[in-house]
């Protein structure tokens, strides 16, 4: 059963009475339904959540639309709509039926990421925030990756860690010692259109084989922290990598770098989930800067 102000609310903006069909599992953050709507039973995704994080699902949408918005072969979900109560707010997506991860498939995503990643923007960052996770993510545009990286990434998320008394203080009197890393370690490449967010969890393959993009925290960042990502719960399949390569080749050093890349999703590990990702983090953090 859909909360009933939910329900209400989803009947004016459709005209059809909205009907659970089942709940979706995977997510930690929101509550997430497959309804259908009207006679001929019409499926469409819910995500819902608290009134205040209403903000959440406009960022959201936004990304969602952006990514829609790119030819890389990739599908994305389309935005049905989305709103608020008093008591909660509320997103609206289509449907898209999930199916087997076939190496064929995987291979579509990597060439349709490098598609992805093709996309650029003279600045990193983005025209508006949005979030990871339900964590506010900051996206004032940097003309240099160092600089998005370490303000708009690093520093927010080991503040935030720090204050909650997840990571001691010291990594703190450590960001410009880091951030010289980062200067000196990191290929200079275009700002590249990222997902944001790129694990097992937040893409899936449809029935027909096509490669479907879900739950973005979109931006324009270094490709390499994407890539990484996809490693840091277990890594995607070989075909999926192969592919990519072959669309859009890593920079030498790339293997270097992928846990200094990983820093910002362990961080907002340690801020969502607690203390079991804070060694993992510290560990980063001794890696590159002792």
């Not at 790129?198 to 879900?214: E, F, K, M, S």
């Not at 990598?241 to 961080?267: K, M, Q, S």
Request: charged share 20%; glycine share 10%.
């Amino acid at each position: 059963m859909l909360p009933a102000d939910l329900t209400q609310a989803l009947t004016e903006h459709t005209g059809f009475k909205p009907q659970a069909e089942r709940m979706l599992g995977g997510g930690s953050i929101n509550e997430v339904a497959l309804i259908w709507l009207g006679s001929e039973k019409r499926r469409a995704v819910l995500k819902w959540n608290s009134a205040a994080l209403a903000p959440m699902f406009e960022a959201e949408s936004r990304g969602l639309a952006l990514l829609r918005g790119q030819d890389t072969g990739l599908t994305v979900p389309e935005v049905l709509g989305s709103g608020a109560t008093q008591t909660h707010s509320w997103l609206l997506m289509s449907w898209h039926e999930p199916a087997a991860k076939t190496e064929a498939a995987m291979e579509r995503l990597g060439a349709g990421l490098a598609a992805l990643h093709r996309c650029s923007s003279p600045h990193f960052g983005l025209d508006h925030d949005n979030f990871i996770g339900r964590l506010p993510q900051r996206n004032s545009p940097e003309t240099g990756w160092a600089d998005f990286f370490m303000r708009h990434r690093i520093e927010p998320q080991l503040s935030l860690a720090v204050k909650a008394g997840l990571l001691p203080n010291r990594w703190l009197s450590s960001l410009d010692a880091l951030e010289k890393r980062v200067q000196e370690l990191f290929p200079d490449e275009p700002p590249a259109l990222l997902h944001g967010d790129l694990w097992g969890g937040n893409y899936l393959i449809t029935t027909g084989g096509a490669p479907v993009l879900i739950d973005p925290a979109v931006h324009y960042g270094h490709r390499e922290t994407e890539l990484a990502f996809t490693r840091l719960f277990g890594g995607f399949s070989p075909g999926f990598y192969r592919a990519y390569n072959a669309h859009y080749p890593l920079a030498p050093g790339f293997e270097e770098r992928t846990d200094l890349c990983n820093l910002y999703p362990v961080l907002v590990h340690v801020n969502l989930f607690g203390a079991s990702y804070a060694a993992q983090a510290q560990a980063i953090l001794r890696r590159y800067i002792g």
